[in-house]
Structures are given as C-alpha cells and as structure tokens.
C-alpha cells in the first residue's frame, strides 16, 4: 500500500536556523510529490509540488525540496527560518493516474522561536 | 474568488447520531475530496467525487458515505457516530484530479461525546 512517512513529528529551532524536514514515501511508479503547509489557524495551501524534470524544486516563502528517486525521498529545506514558519507541515504523494488519491503523512510541527 | 468553504466550522454530537458536513469547492472545479485529520494521524483519506460520480474511496467503514450534487458542492454523512470519529474534516477541490494543486477548507471540527 502506498505510504508516506515524516519522521521529524515536532522540531523546534530558533530563527535564522537552517530546516530540513524528512518526507520518504512508497510507491511502486512513477509519482508525484507536494509539501502543504497548515499555519495556524489557516487552511492548508500548497508550499511546491514535482511532477518532472529538475528534481530540485523551489516553492514560496524561501522553501525548497529535493526529490531522490533513489532513496523514494522528498525533503524539506530552508536555509534560514522565520518566527513567521511556525506552522504544520505535510508531504503527500500520488501516482501519475487520474485515480489515484493523495496520501498524506502524519505532519511535522514546526516551532521557531524568535 | 471565494476559495473552499465548509459549514458548519464547529459542531459537537452524541455517540450513535448521525452528521451531514458541507463543502463548496471553488468555482469551476469539479472534484470534491475529502479527509478525516485526526490527532497525530495525518490527513487521513475518505471520499473523492467527480462529477457526481464517486471516484475513490478511502479505508474507512460505509457508516462514512456522501454525494456530490450537480453544482459540485458535495455531503459527507457519518451515521452511527463513534468517539473516534472526532477529528477535522476537511474537504478539497481541483479542477480535475488530484495531478494539480488541491485547494482546501477550513475543515469542520466534530467532536463526539
């Protein structure tokens, strides 16, 4: 079955500290791979996606994943965050097919503090 | 452009009731999905509508069903409420599928006492 897992379940960091999240996933073919973000209080909205090409994908707010095929990996990075990051964040995966869901995994909980 | 709303934003039941949430997606999307977000659960898959049809359908027990209607809003009903079934509930939408960006609600909070 297909599966999504984030390992980091709660990081705290300070600001301007450098944030990688960890996102593996299973998945028999050819996939596509997000990162949402819930701030609090909000609703969850996309952060960047892959579909093809450049496995280094950069998204808004300074954030940036790169997708290791080899190691069915899909991590978060940003150099340096803000009090402003505070927020859940969730990789998903599906498959090429218009059948196919989006599965999500467990979230990270991110805390910067000032 | 309204994005995806969800009513009500909060509700509370009792064990063994039955529960009616609303999505509205956002205008000219025609896929609806939804997904149960419970405590350290993740974002859990329910129902996927497509043009009224549904297209999918996530590891839960039929006590869990909806429908979409022909301006693509969409149901979910829970019948026979358990305790652990309180959790968000948030719906999402995309033009088509899930091969683009899903834009989701607010989500309804359910708790069950």
């Known amino acids: 079955a297909q599966s999504v897992s984030q390992h980091n379940h709660h990081v705290i960091l300070s600001e301007a500290a450098s944030l990688e999240l960890g996102c593996n996933y299973s998945?028999?073919?050819?996939?596509?791979l997000f990162w949402y973000v819930q701030y609090p209080g909000q609703h969850l909205q996309l952060l960047l996606k892959y579909f093809s090409g450049d496995p280094l994908v950069k998204g808004i707010k300074g954030f940036e994943a790169e997708f290791i095929k080899s190691k069915f990996s899909f991590n978060l990075r940003k150099p340096s965050v803000q009090w402003s990051d505070t927020a859940e964040y969730f990789c998903a995966v599906n498959g090429p097919y218009n059948t196919d869901k989006l599965i999500f995994g467990t979230g990270t909980r991110l805390q910067v503090f000032p | 452009e309204a994005g995806v709303t969800q009513s009500p934003t909060h509700l509370i039941k009792t064990r063994g009731q039955q529960v009616t949430l609303r999505c509205s997606p956002i205008?000219?999307?025609?896929?609806v999905y939804w997904y149960q977000q419970a405590l350290g659960l993740g974002l859990q898959f329910l129902l996927w509508?497509?043009?009224?049809?549904?297209?999918n359908r996530g590891n839960f027990p039929p006590r869990f069903s909806g429908r979409q209607f022909p301006n693509y809003s969409s149901e979910l009903n829970v019948n026979a409420l358990e305790l652990e079934d309180s959790a968000l509930y948030l719906c999402a939408s995309t033009p088509g599928t899930m091969n683009t960006e899903a834009f989701f609600g607010q989500g309804t909070r359910l708790t069950v006492v």
């Open positions: 998945y028999g073919g050819t996939v596509n």
């Open positions: 205008s000219g999307h025609t896929s």
């Open positions: 509508y497509d043009e009224g049809e549904e297209r």
